[in-house]
C-alpha cells in the first residue's frame, strides 16, 4: 500500500489527536496511553479513599502515568553516530 505525503501527514496528524494512541501519550510526557478521563478517574479514587481512611495509615498513592523515568542521557558520541545514520538513511532531504 502506497500512500501520499499529505495522506500520511494527515494520519500522523489523527494520531497526534487521539489520546487513547501511544503519540499522544509520548508527546504529552505521559507514561500510558490514557485519556483525561481516565486520569481524573484515578485521582478521584485515590481522593475517596484518602478522605475516608483511618487517620492512623498512610496515605493511598496511586501511580500515575506523568513522567517518564529518567531516561539514560545519550553521549555526544552516540549522538553524532545516530545523527549520521539517520542522515545517510532518511527519505527526506536536508
Avoid: C
Wanted: charged fraction near 25%.
Amino acid at each position: 500500500m502506497t500512500v501520499s505525503y499529505a495522506e500520511a501527514f494527515d494520519l500522523v496528524a489523527q494520531l497526534m489527536r487521539e489520546p487513547r494512541s501511544h503519540l499522544h501519550a509520548k508527546m504529552r510526557g505521559l507514561t500510558e496511553a490514557q485519556t483525561d478521563a481516565d486520569i481524573a478517574s484515578i485521582l478521584l479514587a485515590q481522593s475517596v479513599l484518602n478522605a475516608f481512611r483511618p487517620k492512623d495509615t498512610d496515605p493511598v498513592r496511586f501511580p500515575l502515568p506523568f513522567v517518564a523515568d529518567e531516561q539514560e542521557r545519550v553521549t555526544p558520541e552516540e549522538y553524532a553516530k545516530a545523527s549520521a545514520h539517520l542522515a545517510a538513511h532518511s527519505a527526506f532531504a536536508d
